[in-house]
Protein backbone atom coordinates (compact mmCIF):
# COMPACT_ATOMS: atom_id res chain seq x y z
CA UNK A 1 0.00 0.00 0.00
CA UNK A 2 1.29 3.69 -0.91
CA UNK A 3 2.14 5.55 2.37
CA UNK A 4 -0.62 8.52 1.18
CA UNK A 5 -3.04 5.55 0.92
CA UNK A 6 -1.94 4.19 4.53
CA UNK A 7 -2.74 7.90 6.05
CA UNK A 8 -5.66 8.44 4.63
CA UNK A 9 -6.80 5.09 5.90
CA UNK A 10 -5.70 5.91 9.16
CA UNK A 11 -7.42 9.24 9.13
CA UNK A 12 -10.92 7.74 8.09
CA UNK A 13 -10.01 4.63 11.49
CA UNK A 14 -9.35 7.83 13.46
CA UNK A 15 -12.56 9.70 12.37
CA UNK A 16 -14.50 6.47 13.29
CA UNK A 17 -13.45 5.71 16.51
CA UNK A 18 -14.15 9.42 17.19
CA UNK A 19 -17.75 8.89 16.21
CA UNK A 20 -18.48 5.94 17.75
CA UNK A 21 -16.68 7.05 21.26
CA UNK A 22 -18.55 10.60 20.80
CA UNK A 23 -21.81 8.64 20.70
CA UNK A 24 -21.34 6.75 23.87
CA UNK A 25 -19.90 9.76 25.82
CA UNK A 26 -23.09 12.24 24.87
CA UNK A 27 -25.78 9.79 24.78
CA UNK A 28 -24.70 7.17 26.98
CA UNK A 29 -24.78 2.81 26.67
CA UNK A 30 -26.01 1.90 22.88
CA UNK A 31 -26.11 -1.45 21.80
CA UNK A 32 -24.11 -2.49 18.90
CA UNK A 33 -27.29 -2.03 16.37
CA UNK A 34 -28.33 1.28 17.81
CA UNK A 35 -24.38 2.13 17.58
CA UNK A 36 -24.68 0.68 13.82
CA UNK A 37 -28.12 2.75 13.11
CA UNK A 38 -27.08 6.10 14.40
CA UNK A 39 -23.27 5.50 12.57
CA UNK A 40 -24.22 4.15 9.14
CA UNK A 41 -21.30 1.93 9.70
CA UNK A 42 -21.92 -2.05 9.01
CA UNK A 43 -21.98 -4.21 11.83
CA UNK A 44 -18.32 -5.51 11.12
CA UNK A 45 -16.95 -1.85 11.51
CA UNK A 46 -19.47 -1.13 14.42
CA UNK A 47 -17.96 -4.04 15.71
CA UNK A 48 -14.29 -4.02 15.52
CA UNK A 49 -14.18 0.02 16.31
CA UNK A 50 -16.10 -0.89 19.13
CA UNK A 51 -13.35 -3.69 19.93
CA UNK A 52 -10.58 -1.81 19.34
CA UNK A 53 -12.34 1.37 22.19
CA UNK A 54 -12.78 -1.76 24.66
CA UNK A 55 -8.86 -2.13 24.13
CA UNK A 56 -7.95 1.39 24.69
CA UNK A 57 -10.30 0.68 27.88
CA UNK A 58 -12.10 3.49 27.41
CA UNK A 59 -15.12 1.32 26.42
CA UNK A 60 -16.75 -1.80 27.58
CA UNK A 61 -19.44 -4.51 26.93
CA UNK A 62 -22.13 -6.38 28.16
CA UNK A 63 -24.83 -8.61 27.34
CA UNK A 64 -27.27 -6.63 26.30
CA UNK A 65 -31.03 -8.09 26.79
CA UNK A 66 -32.66 -10.87 24.70
CA UNK A 67 -36.10 -9.07 22.77
CA UNK A 68 -37.96 -10.95 20.19
CA UNK A 69 -35.88 -13.77 17.97
CA UNK A 70 -32.01 -13.71 17.25
CA UNK A 71 -29.30 -13.26 19.47
CA UNK A 72 -29.06 -10.39 21.76
CA UNK A 73 -27.10 -7.28 20.65
CA UNK A 74 -24.20 -6.41 22.95
CA UNK A 75 -24.52 -3.25 24.94
CA UNK A 76 -21.87 -0.79 24.68
CA UNK A 77 -20.65 1.76 27.37
CA UNK A 78 -18.51 4.61 28.18
CA UNK A 79 -16.11 3.52 31.57
CA UNK A 80 -16.41 6.37 33.92
CA UNK A 81 -13.17 5.54 35.28
CA UNK A 82 -11.16 5.13 32.70
CA UNK A 83 -10.67 8.83 31.91
CA UNK A 84 -11.48 11.98 34.06
CA UNK A 85 -11.68 15.53 34.39
CA UNK A 86 -11.25 17.92 37.12
CA UNK A 87 -13.80 20.52 36.47
CA UNK A 88 -14.22 23.84 38.92
CA UNK A 89 -16.26 26.70 38.82
CA UNK A 90 -15.08 30.09 40.51
CA UNK A 91 -17.90 32.15 41.39
CA UNK A 92 -17.83 35.27 43.41
CA UNK A 93 -19.06 33.32 47.02
CA UNK A 94 -17.43 29.23 46.16
CA UNK A 95 -15.41 26.94 44.56
CA UNK A 96 -17.31 24.40 43.00
CA UNK A 97 -15.19 21.32 42.08
CA UNK A 98 -15.65 18.01 40.00
CA UNK A 99 -14.20 14.99 39.16
CA UNK A 100 -16.26 13.78 35.71
CA UNK A 101 -15.32 10.74 34.26
CA UNK A 102 -15.71 9.80 30.45
CA UNK A 103 -19.88 9.55 29.61
CA UNK A 104 -19.92 13.15 31.60
CA UNK A 105 -20.56 11.50 35.05
CA UNK A 106 -20.16 13.36 38.02
CA UNK A 107 -18.01 11.06 40.17
CA UNK A 108 -17.45 13.38 43.10
CA UNK A 109 -18.73 17.02 43.55
CA UNK A 110 -17.78 19.54 46.16
CA UNK A 111 -18.68 22.96 46.60
CA UNK A 112 -16.23 25.15 49.30
CA UNK A 113 -16.80 28.79 49.84
CA UNK A 114 -13.71 30.89 49.73
CA UNK A 115 -11.82 30.61 52.62
CA UNK A 116 -10.33 34.07 52.05
CA UNK A 117 -11.62 36.68 49.81
CA UNK A 118 -12.14 35.63 46.13
CA UNK A 119 -9.87 38.68 45.20
CA UNK A 120 -7.12 37.06 47.27
CA UNK A 121 -5.95 34.98 44.10
CA UNK A 122 -2.93 32.93 45.96
CA UNK A 123 -6.08 31.81 48.32
CA UNK A 124 -8.16 30.54 45.71
CA UNK A 125 -5.28 29.03 43.68
CA UNK A 126 -4.43 26.93 47.00
CA UNK A 127 -8.59 26.31 47.25
CA UNK A 128 -8.32 24.72 43.67
CA UNK A 129 -4.95 22.58 44.49
CA UNK A 130 -6.20 20.94 47.24
CA UNK A 131 -9.61 20.36 45.89
CA UNK A 132 -7.41 18.67 42.82
CA UNK A 133 -5.30 16.54 44.64
CA UNK A 134 -7.95 15.53 47.40
CA UNK A 135 -10.02 14.37 43.72
CA UNK A 136 -7.14 12.85 42.66
CA UNK A 137 -6.60 10.97 45.44
CA UNK A 138 -10.05 9.52 44.91
CA UNK A 139 -9.94 8.87 41.64
CA UNK A 140 -9.79 4.86 40.64
CA UNK A 141 -6.20 3.73 39.81
CA UNK A 142 -5.30 3.79 36.52
CA UNK A 143 -8.01 6.50 35.59
CA UNK A 144 -6.17 9.25 33.14
CA UNK A 145 -6.51 12.57 34.07
CA UNK A 146 -7.56 14.39 30.91
CA UNK A 147 -7.09 18.17 32.42
CA UNK A 148 -7.71 20.76 35.20
CA UNK A 149 -10.34 23.15 33.70
CA UNK A 150 -11.61 26.14 35.83
CA UNK A 151 -14.49 28.46 34.42
CA UNK A 152 -14.33 32.22 35.68
CA UNK A 153 -16.78 34.44 35.45
CA UNK A 154 -14.75 36.98 33.29
CA UNK A 155 -12.65 37.75 30.23
CA UNK A 156 -9.77 35.06 29.71
CA UNK A 157 -7.62 34.59 27.47
CA UNK A 158 -6.67 31.72 25.07
CA UNK A 159 -4.37 29.91 25.14
CA UNK A 160 -2.71 31.20 27.53
CA UNK A 161 -5.54 30.97 30.80
CA UNK A 162 -4.93 34.57 31.69
CA UNK A 163 -7.67 36.23 33.39
CA UNK A 164 -8.31 39.61 31.39
CA UNK A 165 -11.04 40.77 34.09
CA UNK A 166 -13.12 39.33 36.06
CA UNK A 167 -14.97 42.30 38.48
CA UNK A 168 -17.21 39.59 40.29
CA UNK A 169 -14.12 38.24 42.08
CA UNK A 170 -12.08 41.55 41.33
CA UNK A 171 -9.36 39.71 39.34
CA UNK A 172 -7.15 41.96 36.91
CA UNK A 173 -4.68 40.19 34.52
CA UNK A 174 -4.23 37.40 36.94
CA UNK A 175 -1.92 34.45 35.22
CA UNK A 176 -4.29 31.65 36.52
CA UNK A 177 -3.13 28.83 34.24
CA UNK A 178 0.47 29.47 35.15
CA UNK A 179 -0.47 29.77 38.70
CA UNK A 180 -2.07 26.47 38.90
CA UNK A 181 0.66 25.04 37.27
CA UNK A 182 3.09 26.25 39.84
CA UNK A 183 0.37 24.75 42.47
CA UNK A 184 -0.44 21.10 40.92
CA UNK A 185 2.75 20.81 38.42
CA UNK A 186 2.24 19.87 35.04
CA UNK A 187 0.53 16.34 34.89
CA UNK A 188 -1.83 17.01 33.21
CA UNK A 189 -2.89 20.16 30.90
CA UNK A 190 -4.57 23.05 32.83
CA UNK A 191 -7.03 25.13 30.74
CA UNK A 192 -9.52 28.36 32.06
CA UNK A 193 -12.63 29.26 30.74
CA UNK A 194 -15.27 31.84 31.04
CA UNK A 195 -18.27 30.48 32.66
CA UNK A 196 -20.74 31.69 29.90
CA UNK A 197 -18.65 29.42 27.67
CA UNK A 198 -18.57 26.46 29.16
CA UNK A 199 -22.52 27.18 30.68
CA UNK A 200 -23.88 27.06 26.91
CA UNK A 201 -21.06 24.35 26.31
CA UNK A 202 -22.85 22.43 28.44
CA UNK A 203 -26.10 23.55 27.99
CA UNK A 204 -25.72 22.57 24.24
CA UNK A 205 -24.63 18.91 24.90
CA UNK A 206 -25.68 17.91 27.56
CA UNK A 207 -29.09 20.38 29.14
CA UNK A 208 -31.71 21.96 28.13
CA UNK A 209 -30.85 23.00 24.79
CA UNK A 210 -29.76 19.47 23.72
CA UNK A 211 -30.76 19.35 20.04
CA UNK A 212 -30.61 22.86 19.23
CA UNK A 213 -27.49 24.22 17.52
CA UNK A 214 -28.48 28.25 17.72
CA UNK A 215 -28.32 28.96 21.52
CA UNK A 216 -27.67 31.94 23.92
CA UNK A 217 -27.01 31.09 27.58
CA UNK A 218 -27.35 34.05 30.42
CA UNK A 219 -26.09 32.89 33.85
CA UNK A 220 -27.17 35.81 36.36
CA UNK A 221 -24.75 35.79 39.47
CA UNK A 222 -23.14 38.91 40.93
CA UNK A 223 -22.11 39.14 37.28
CA UNK A 224 -23.88 38.30 34.14
CA UNK A 225 -22.35 36.40 31.87
CA UNK A 226 -23.12 34.56 28.63
CA UNK A 227 -22.34 32.49 25.98
CA UNK A 228 -23.35 31.71 22.61
CA UNK A 229 -23.51 28.67 20.04
CA UNK A 230 -24.10 29.75 16.29
CA UNK A 231 -24.72 26.59 14.26
CA UNK A 232 -23.55 24.33 16.19
CA UNK A 233 -20.00 26.24 16.83
CA UNK A 234 -19.17 28.13 20.17
CA UNK A 235 -18.60 31.96 19.17
CA UNK A 236 -15.99 33.31 20.42
CA UNK A 237 -14.57 36.79 18.67
CA UNK A 238 -11.53 38.03 17.79
CA UNK A 239 -9.71 38.31 21.09
CA UNK A 240 -12.33 35.26 22.23
CA UNK A 241 -14.49 37.38 24.41
CA UNK A 242 -17.63 37.21 23.07
CA UNK A 243 -20.88 37.29 24.53
CA UNK A 244 -20.24 39.48 27.13
CA UNK A 245 -23.65 40.08 27.04
CA UNK A 246 -24.22 41.53 30.82
CA UNK A 247 -22.48 45.08 29.44
CA UNK A 248 -25.48 45.57 27.04
CA UNK A 249 -26.85 48.71 27.65
CA UNK A 250 -30.45 48.88 28.70
CA UNK A 251 -30.64 52.03 30.43
CA UNK A 252 -28.35 55.21 29.75
CA UNK A 253 -27.44 57.01 32.58
CA UNK A 254 -28.71 54.33 34.94
CA UNK A 255 -26.71 52.78 37.83
CA UNK A 256 -23.21 52.18 37.72
CA UNK A 257 -22.02 48.91 36.69
CA UNK A 258 -19.23 47.05 38.00
CA UNK A 259 -16.96 47.51 34.65
CA UNK A 260 -17.37 51.44 35.50
CA UNK A 261 -20.19 51.87 32.67
CA UNK A 262 -23.31 52.97 33.61
CA UNK A 263 -26.87 51.68 32.26
CA UNK A 264 -25.79 47.94 32.11
CA UNK A 265 -27.72 44.87 31.91
CA UNK A 266 -25.97 43.64 35.15
CA UNK A 267 -26.89 46.40 36.89
CA UNK A 268 -30.48 45.90 36.06
CA UNK A 269 -30.07 41.99 37.03
CA UNK A 270 -27.06 40.67 38.49
CA UNK A 271 -27.65 39.46 41.89
CA UNK A 272 -27.33 42.97 43.87
CA UNK A 273 -29.83 44.42 41.94
CA UNK A 274 -32.59 41.72 42.32
CA UNK A 275 -31.91 42.35 46.08
CA UNK A 276 -32.35 45.79 45.64
CA UNK A 277 -35.51 45.09 43.49
CA UNK A 278 -37.09 43.42 46.54
CA UNK A 279 -36.48 45.78 49.37
CA UNK A 280 -33.09 44.86 50.81
CA UNK A 281 -30.16 46.28 51.55
CA UNK A 282 -27.23 44.12 48.75
CA UNK A 283 -24.46 44.78 51.37
CA UNK A 284 -26.50 42.57 54.03
CA UNK A 285 -28.95 40.26 52.66
CA UNK A 286 -27.86 37.53 49.96
CA UNK A 287 -29.56 36.06 46.81
CA UNK A 288 -30.31 33.02 48.81
CA UNK A 289 -32.58 35.00 50.75
CA UNK A 290 -34.39 36.26 48.45
CA UNK A 291 -34.61 33.08 46.48
CA UNK A 292 -35.92 31.58 49.68
CA UNK A 293 -38.16 34.50 50.05
CA UNK A 294 -39.98 34.20 46.96
CA UNK A 295 -39.94 29.65 47.73
CA UNK A 296 -42.28 30.52 50.70
CA UNK A 297 -44.63 33.12 48.63
CA UNK A 298 -43.18 36.35 50.40
CA UNK A 299 -45.27 38.98 48.09
CA UNK A 300 -42.57 42.15 48.20
CA UNK A 301 -39.52 39.50 47.18
CA UNK A 302 -41.85 37.89 44.73
CA UNK A 303 -42.63 41.61 43.08
CA UNK A 304 -39.20 42.60 42.91
CA UNK A 305 -38.18 39.21 40.93
CA UNK A 306 -41.35 40.37 38.77
CA UNK A 307 -39.91 43.72 38.36
CA UNK A 308 -36.19 42.10 37.39
CA UNK A 309 -38.27 40.13 35.06
CA UNK A 310 -38.84 43.00 32.78
CA UNK A 311 -35.13 43.68 32.38
CA UNK A 312 -34.32 40.18 31.82
CA UNK A 313 -37.02 39.77 29.03
CA UNK A 314 -35.85 43.94 27.37
CA UNK A 315 -32.47 42.32 27.42
CA UNK A 316 -33.09 38.93 25.95
CA UNK A 317 -34.96 40.27 23.35
CA UNK A 318 -32.15 42.28 21.77
CA UNK A 319 -30.00 39.68 22.04
CA UNK A 320 -32.25 37.56 20.26
CA UNK A 321 -32.54 40.14 17.39
CA UNK A 322 -28.62 39.70 17.41
CA UNK A 323 -28.39 36.01 17.59
CA UNK A 324 -31.44 34.30 16.30
CA UNK A 325 -31.62 31.42 18.61
CA UNK A 326 -34.04 28.60 18.63
CA UNK A 327 -33.70 28.22 22.77
CA UNK A 328 -32.25 31.15 25.24
CA UNK A 329 -30.94 28.96 28.51
CA UNK A 330 -30.79 31.17 31.85
CA UNK A 331 -28.70 29.83 34.18
CA UNK A 332 -27.31 30.98 37.75
CA UNK A 333 -29.50 33.03 39.82
CA UNK A 334 -31.72 33.77 36.83
CA UNK A 335 -32.40 30.42 36.32
CA UNK A 336 -33.70 29.44 39.87
CA UNK A 337 -35.89 32.77 39.79
CA UNK A 338 -37.22 32.13 36.29
CA UNK A 339 -40.62 29.97 37.16
CA UNK A 340 -41.33 33.49 39.29
CA UNK A 341 -40.31 36.35 36.65
CA UNK A 342 -42.18 34.28 33.82
CA UNK A 343 -45.07 36.41 33.37
CA UNK A 344 -43.08 39.71 33.10
CA UNK A 345 -39.91 38.31 30.94
CA UNK A 346 -42.32 36.51 28.56
CA UNK A 347 -44.28 40.43 28.63
CA UNK A 348 -41.35 42.29 27.93
CA UNK A 349 -39.29 40.00 25.98
CA UNK A 350 -42.76 39.68 23.80
CA UNK A 351 -43.09 43.68 23.20
CA UNK A 352 -39.27 44.44 22.80
CA UNK A 353 -39.12 41.93 19.92
CA UNK A 354 -42.32 43.17 18.30
CA UNK A 355 -44.82 41.27 16.90
CA UNK A 356 -43.65 40.10 13.95
CA UNK A 357 -40.16 38.44 15.10
CA UNK A 358 -39.27 35.21 15.26
CA UNK A 359 -39.27 34.65 18.92
CA UNK A 360 -36.36 32.28 20.42
CA UNK A 361 -38.04 30.00 23.37
CA UNK A 362 -36.88 30.98 26.58
CA UNK A 363 -35.80 27.93 29.04
CA UNK A 364 -34.89 27.51 32.57
CA UNK A 365 -31.20 25.59 32.57
CA UNK A 366 -31.54 21.78 33.33
CA UNK A 367 -27.86 21.55 34.78
CA UNK A 368 -28.28 24.63 36.80
CA UNK A 369 -25.07 24.64 38.75
CA UNK A 370 -23.26 21.80 37.36
CA UNK A 371 -23.52 23.52 34.13
CA UNK A 372 -20.11 24.96 34.31
CA UNK A 373 -18.82 21.84 35.90
CA UNK A 374 -19.79 19.61 32.93
CA UNK A 375 -18.87 22.59 30.44
CA UNK A 376 -15.10 22.62 32.01
CA UNK A 377 -15.14 18.97 31.86
CA UNK A 378 -15.99 18.90 27.75
CA UNK A 379 -13.03 21.01 27.54
CA UNK A 380 -10.92 17.98 28.57
CA UNK A 381 -12.31 15.49 26.72
CA UNK A 382 -11.97 17.02 23.83
CA UNK A 383 -8.85 15.78 22.29
CA UNK A 384 -9.79 12.15 23.96
CA UNK A 385 -13.07 12.46 21.72
CA UNK A 386 -11.12 13.64 18.67
CA UNK A 387 -8.97 11.03 18.65
CA UNK A 388 -9.23 8.44 21.27
CA UNK A 389 -5.98 6.24 20.70
CA UNK A 390 -3.60 9.20 19.48
CA UNK A 391 -4.65 11.08 22.80
CA UNK A 392 -4.24 8.08 25.29
CA UNK A 393 -0.74 7.25 23.81
CA UNK A 394 0.22 10.63 23.74
CA UNK A 395 -1.01 11.31 27.18
CA UNK A 396 1.01 7.98 28.64
CA UNK A 397 3.83 8.81 27.05
CA UNK A 398 4.51 12.62 27.62
CA UNK A 399 2.57 14.07 30.65
CA UNK A 400 4.10 17.37 29.73
CA UNK A 401 1.34 18.78 26.70
CA UNK A 402 2.60 21.94 25.30
CA UNK A 403 0.44 24.59 25.40
CA UNK A 404 -0.58 24.05 21.73
CA UNK A 405 -1.92 20.88 22.11
CA UNK A 406 -4.66 21.65 25.02
CA UNK A 407 -8.19 21.56 24.79
CA UNK A 408 -9.27 24.48 23.92
CA UNK A 409 -12.87 26.12 24.55
CA UNK A 410 -13.94 26.55 21.04
CA UNK A 411 -14.04 22.50 20.30
CA UNK A 412 -17.65 21.10 21.24
CA UNK A 413 -18.71 19.09 18.48
CA UNK A 414 -20.99 16.48 19.25
CA UNK A 415 -20.78 14.14 16.13
CA UNK A 416 -17.38 15.40 15.06
CA UNK A 417 -15.94 17.95 11.74
ZN1 LIG B 1 -21.02 46.91 32.71
Known sequence: MRRADASAQDDVRRANLSAVLRLLHFDGPATRSELVA???????????????????????????????????????????TSAHVL?????????????????????????????????????????????????????????????????????????DGLVRRSPPVGWYDVPLADLLREAVGDEYPITIGNDGDLGVVAEY??????????????????????GVVVGGELLKGSGGYAGEVGHL????????CSCGARGCWEAEIGDAAIIRAVGRDPREAEIEDVVSDVA?????????????????GLGLASLVNLFNPQVVVLGGTLGALYPTMEPTLAQSYARTLGPNREQAHVLRSDL??????????????????????????????????????????????????
Open 296 to 312: IGNRRAIAGVRKTGEWV
Open 38 to 80: STGFNRSTVGSLTSELVKLGLVRERPGVVSGKGRPSNVVEPVS
Open 249 to 256: LVKPGGRV
Open 368 to 417: GSDAQLLGAAEVGFADVLEDPAGTLEARREQPDPSAEERGEVHRIHRHGG
Open 205 to 226: LRGAARGSQDVLYVRGEVGVGG
Open 87 to 159: AFDVTASSVGAARVGLGGYLLQVRRRLHSTPPHDVPGVVNLIATLAREMQARATPGSLCLGLVVSVPGSVRQP
